[in-house]
């Protein structure tokens, strides 16, 4: 007789951390004896482990990009695009000048004033070069030049954390006043936030040409860089070639991706694609 | 009386509301091609009849409700690169939803006629 319990191993985006706590609860419904390890980090930080030998059968990242630019097709055939998100600026009731930010002037509140804002680490997370993005698409959309390279010098490193769920955390803590991250994290959370608008934001298919106009660079562990081109935010899921749990996580997918998984991606704010 | 607060602003300027159209639009779009969603955006804001800029999490939505209805179907497609995505499909029903739509447009069309032509020959005198 065989003792040994059958373990699914999950790893995903930290942005992803409630939707994907809620689809483990319904894959126990139907396999209640399976242990499931779920663990995440900023999708570069997901792909660098996979990298390094650690051993996953369901990988869920917050960009398409990071499968192709370091998973595909030594560890990934096929990856499945199923959500998607927009960039806001998100506060609360006790961030400086939280009673007179608005979506006109919230590049003066944080440039002007005492108020500190964070964002995550671009080599590391979508969600850190999504800012580094917003900022230039920011620049060109109110024509005010020389507006990426302020905001980038106020954001010091300080304020650079490694994962999107991260700055939810330190504005929570009143570590900051202001975080750039995703609309679904910041419903989750609770907080406030100004919404940008849509040629900004990276939500809309069609202004995927507009947003490709902006780059960013990232470096990797090794130091080597690669060129990270705008693009509408979207998240992606896949089981790696060296899953030793493939039915397992055939069923997990199946359930993201289910009627049941849009409606939990929906209640966590992601709009499922 | 009540003012109709939807058809006319306080510039006293009228804007006959056409969001409606997104729903026939997409069924328009799907019984020429079968596509995914990300690609149906881009073509639906590129419409002319399309009134304004389409949020992509409405149009996502109003997919999923098509589905349920039955009007469209979806699978997972994936080409030699890129990700795999959901392609949509119309149904036969989905047509037939599709060809409703259309005679009900043409009959509005012939309503807007008429009171257009009645229009001119107020202004004509």
Redesign the interface.
Known sequence: MNNKKDVLKILHAGALRKPMKECVHLFWDDYPHVEVALDYAGSRACAYAILEGQDVDVVALADPHVFEDMLVPEHVDVFFVFATDQMVLAYDEFSQNSSTISKDNWMDVLLESRASFARSDHNLDPCGYRTLMVWQLAEKFYNKPGLFETLNQKCGQEYIYPKSIDLGGALLEGKVDYIFEYLSVTKQLGFKYIGFPERINLSNPAYADYYSQVTVTVTGKGGGVSLVRGAPIEFAVAIPKKSSQKELANHFVKILTSPEGERILEDCGLISC | MCADNNEKNTNNSVSVPLEKLTHPTILLLLATNKTH???L??K??QMDCIDG?????TV??ML?RME?EGLIVSR?E?GEF?????QYELTAQGRKSLDDWAKALKARVKQIESFLSNYNSIENG
Do not use: D, V
């Open positions: 969603g990300y690609e955006i881009q639906l804001n800029e389409l949020e992509a999490a996502y939505r999923r349920q997972w994936h890129g990700p795999a995505r959901r």
